[in-house]
């Protein structure tokens, strides 16, 4: 009877704490399929519910879409990733090297064929609305027994229009005049604020393909056009929406960005995960003013902890043999 009364509080006592495990979602970004991605089985041993691919998910730069095809085939049938894959949700959008054109906008001419790829390699069902909307942005909400997260995808592709040369030598781009250009266009702009006003969720993440605090590199990001900045943040504020945060890829390295929006009790992170299969291992420094901790030049994957109890998403930056690189808390209260 002892031994039993043991068996009962040892169980009980185990059932109670997987009870209250955080929610887990891992991402990354810059992926290149003809690579082996070591980081596919760390990934895994996280116990991630859900995968988010940042962009760049496969290396094509082609209007050729059977070579896309064929390179997203390839990147399906890597052992890891259809592991993983086939047991977690995966939600996903794109960046310039999947979409087809280097630092590619609204101009590229074989965007509506690259979109159809794109999901089939997501394995959307042929007759979902998602085939007939232009551009890749959806929400996914994801429910626990303690409560939600919504998952809200940017395209920053599809409808971006032209960026403005720096003058700056070894600087790509500067922002343009303040107002001219789009980010996101007229009718994702809509979606997106009707999203997040309507969301009920406990966390909101919005992913983007590009970093939207960081922009003084001189790269694409969302400093090209300042006044969508501006508006993202607007809408943020407005929304009222519950612990909300940003995810962002394409630069090949990872850092925690973090700004203060004036009239919210948080601050809004930006948390750039990459890259999976290759980083800027030359990094030698750029300016961040709003950067927190270090940037981290080697391959890695992002790891966000939800916890429903304390209003609080522990985030991780995590590499080579599941090593954390870099770890940030943030209450959400």
């Known amino acids: 009877m ?69 390179d997203y085939i390839e990147q399906w049938n890597q052992k890891g990733y259809k592991e993983l894959a086939n047991s977690v949700s995966i939600v ?5 090297h999947d979409y087809g054109l280097n630092d590619g906008g609204t101009e590229f001419h074989k ?25 890749v942005y959806h929400s996914e909400v994801f429910n626990t027994k303690k409560g939600s997260i919504k998952v809200i995808v940017l395209d920053t592709r599809y409808f971006r229009t032209e960026l403005t040369e720096s003058e700056i030598e070894g600087k790509r781009y500067q922002p343009n005049v303040y107002g001219k250009g789009t980010m996101l266009g007229e009718t994702q702009w809509n979606w997106f604020t009707n999203e997040l006003n309507n969301s009920k969720a406990d966390f909101n993440v ?24 501006d508006k993202m943040k607007s809408i ?30 948080y601050p809004l992170i930006d948390f750039t995960s990459s890259g999976l299969t290759h980083s800027y291992t030359g990094f030698s420094g750029e300016e961040n003013p709003t ?23 522990t985030m991780q930056m995590r590499g080579k043999d599941n090593i954390l690189q870099q770890e940030i808390i943030q209450s959400y209260n």
């Open 2 to 70: 002892k031994k039993l009364l043991v068996l009962f509080i040892v169980f009980a006592f185990y059932n109670c704490k997987t009870s209250s495990e955080e929610f887990v979602i891992a991402f990354g970004s810059c992926n290149k399929q003809y690579e082996e991605n070591i980081l596919w089985k760390e990934i895994i041993k996280n116990e991630p519910s859900v995968w988010i691919w940042g962009g760049d998910n496969v290396y094509s730069d082609t209007d050729d879409m059977s070579k896309l095809r064929n």
């Open 92 to 96: 996903a959008t794109w960046d310039d």
């Open 111 to 135: 965007k509506r064929e690259s979109q159809q790829e794109f999901l089939d390699f997501l394995k959307v069902a042929k007759d979902h609305p998602r085939r007939k909307q232009e551009g």
């Open 206 to 229: 919005i992913v983007s393909s590009v970093q939207f605090l960081s922009y003084k590199h001189g790269f694409e990001s969302w400093g090209t056009f300042p006044h969508e900045v």
């Open 236 to 265: 943020i504020k407005e929304s009222k929406a519950k612990g909300v945060l940003m995810l962002s890829g394409d630069r090949h390295i990872s850092e925690f960005s973090k700004t203060k929006i004036d009239g919210m009790n």
């Open 291 to 313: 950067r927190i901790g270090e940037v981290v030049s080697e391959i890695s994957f992002g790891i966000l902890k939800f916890d429903f109890d304390t209003k609080k998403i």
